[in-house]
C-alpha cells in the first residue's frame, strides 16, 4: 500500500489561521515596543500561569531545565543532599540535580503508568534520612500518584517539587498539576502543549519568599543591578517575545488538551489486547504523548514506518544506563523502568493531525 504523504510525529508548521493571526499581532506589538526582556508580557503571562494553578508565585526563565536547577537552589538543596526522581523521563531532573552537586537517587516506576512508584520511594525514603527532595515527573502529561507521592515526602520532612513540563493543564480530581508541591517547573518548548516559538521556561512557587529568591538567582544573582548578593546565579530568563505567545495559546490550552487526549482514547479503542496505550481514559491526563506499550515493539515500529507514520521513543536510554552517569549509579536496579523502555513507541498525537490521519494510525494499530 503506497502512502503519499508520511503523517509526522509532530508538525509545528500547521497553524490555525486565527491563532496565527493573533500571534503575529502580539509580536508586532513587542517589536514596536522596544521592550524585550522582563516587559508587560513576561508580567502578565506570570500572572496568568499562577491563577492557572492555584494562585502561585510565577518566575519566568530561560527553558525547563533551567526551572528545575533553580527551583532546587531556591528551596536550599545543595552540595552532598539526595534528591528523588525517576530514570525513565530523559535525565533532565537528574541533570539538574547533578549541576548543582546534589546526588540523585533513583525511583522506579509503577508499571501500568510509567510514573513514579509509591511504593519504591516509600521504600528508599526510608533507608536514607539524607532524602531532602523530591522530584516527580509528570511523564508523557499523564500526572503521577501525587497525593500520595506528596505524603510520603511530607512524612519524611522533605519537599517536593513537581515537573510539569508535559503536563500543564493535567488536573488530578480537580487539582491542578503543580499545586501539590513547594515548587513546581514548566517547560514551553515548542512541541510541548503550551509551546512557545523557541525556548522558554517558568517556576511556580507556594511561597513568595522562594519566588524572589530563585529570580534573583536568574538574574545573575543580583541583589540590584551589578551588584551580585547571592551565589549560583545565572541569566535565565523568558524574553517578552516568547512570552507574548504563550500569552496567545495559553487560551485555548484546555481545549487541545481535550484534542490530544481524544486522539489517545481513539488510539486505544483500536488496540488489541496485547498492547495498551499508557493514560488513554485518565482524567488526569494532558496527552502530551501517545505512547504505546508493546511485547514487539521493533516489528510494531517497523509496520508504523510501512504505513508512513513517524514513531520515536520517549525516552530509549534510562539515566542509570547513560553512559555519562554510569559510575553514579552502579549497582542502580530498576525492573520495572528496565521493563518499560524496551516496550515503549510514541506514535504521533498534536492538535492538528486531521482525521484521515488519525484513521490511518488506528488502521495501522489495529493490524498490528
Given amino acids: 500500500m503506497n502512502f503519499p504523504e508520511q503523517i509526522p510525529l509532530n508538525d509545528l508548521s500547521r497553524w490555525e489561521s486565527a491563532e496565527e493571526a493573533e500571534i503575529l499581532s502580539a509580536i508586532g506589538d513587542v517589536v514596536k515596543?522596544?521592550?524585550?526582556?522582563?516587559g508587560p508580557h513576561v508580567s502578565a503571562f506570570e500572572e496568568k500561569l499562577g491563577k492557572l494553578i492555584g494562585n502561585r508565585f510565577v518566575v519566568g526563565v530561560g527553558n525547563g531545565t533551567d526551572?528545575?536547577?533553580?527551583?532546587?537552589?531556591?528551596i536550599g538543596i545543595g552540595k552532598g543532599d539526595l534528591v528523588g526522581?525517576?530514570?525513565?523521563?530523559?535525565?533532565?531532573?537528574?541533570?539538574?540535580?547533578?549541576?548543582?552537586?546534589a546526588e540523585p537517587l533513583l525511583i522506579d516506576v509503577d508499571v501500568q503508568t510509567a510514573q513514579m512508584s509509591c511504593v519504591d520511594l516509600k521504600e528508599k525514603l526510608s533507608g536514607s534520612q539524607k532524602v531532602k527532595a523530591v522530584i516527580v515527573t509528570h511523564l508523557y502529561g499523564l500526572m503521577a500518584?501525587?497525593?500520595e507521592i506528596k505524603e510520603a515526602v511530607d512524612s519524611h520532612g522533605a519537599l517536593l517539587i513537581e515537573d510539569c513540563?508535559?503536563?500543564?493543564?493535567?488536573?488530578?480530581?480537580?487539582?491542578?498539576?503543580?499545586?501539590?508541591?513547594?515548587?513546581?517547573?514548566?517547560?514551553?518548548?515548542?512541541?510541548?502543549?503550551l509551546g512557545c516559538l523557541g525556548d522558554g521556561g517558568a517556576i511556580a512557587f507556594e511561597s513568595r519568599i522562594h519566588a524572589d529568591y530563585s529570580r534573583k538567582l536568574a538574574q545573575y544573582g543580583w541583589s540590584t543591578r551589578y551588584v551580585v548578593d547571592y551565589q549560583f546565579g545565572m541569566n535565565s530568563r523568558f524574553d517578552e517575545i516568547q512570552a507574548a505567545v504563550t500569552n496567545v495559546r495559553l487560551k485555548n490550552l484546555e481545549a487541545k488538551n481535550?484534542?490530544?487526549?481524544?486522539?489517545?482514547?481513539?488510539?486505544?479503542s483500536s488496540v488489541g489486547s496485547s498492547r495498551r496505550m499508557i493514560g488513554s481514559e485518565a482524567r488526569s491526563n494532558s496527552g502530551y504523548l501517545a505512547v504505546l506499550v508493546s511485547p514487539r515493539?521493533?516489528?510494531?515500529?517497523?509496520k508504523f514506518t510501512d504505513a508512513g507514520i513517524q514513531t520515536?521513543?520517549?525516552?530509549?536510554?534510562?539515566?542509570?544506563?547513560?553512559?555519562?552517569?554510569?559510575?553514579q549509579f552502579a549497582g542502580v536496579n530498576l525492573p520495572n523502568s528496565e521493563f518499560l523502555v524496551d516496550q515503549i513507541l510514541t506514535i504521533p498525537c498534536f492538535p492538528n493531525l486531521t482525521e484521515i490521519e488519525i484513521e490511518r494510525v488506528c488502521e495501522t494499530l489495529a493490524r498490528l
Fill in 33 to 38: 515596543s522596544g521592550v524585550f526582556i522582563n
Fill in 67 to 74: 526551572a528545575l536547577v533553580l527551583s532546587l537552589l531556591a
Fill in 85 to 101: 526522581t525517576v530514570a525513565n523521563a530523559g535525565g533532565y531532573a537528574t541533570n539538574a540535580i547533578l549541576q548543582i552537586g
Fill in 145 to 147: 500518584n501525587t497525593k
Fill in 165 to 193: 513540563a508535559q503536563a500543564i493543564g493535567a488536573q488530578l480530581d480537580g487539582t491542578p498539576a503543580g499545586v501539590f508541591g513547594c515548587a513546581s517547573t514548566f517547560s514551553f518548548y515548542p512541541t510541548k502543549n
Fill in 258 to 268: 481535550a484534542v490530544r487526549q481524544k486522539i489517545i482514547n481513539k488510539y486505544q
Fill in 297 to 302: 515493539r521493533s516489528e510494531d515500529q517497523k
Fill in 312 to 327: 520515536a521513543v520517549h525516552f530509549p536510554v534510562l539515566d542509570h544506563r547513560q553512559s555519562a552517569w554510569r559510575n
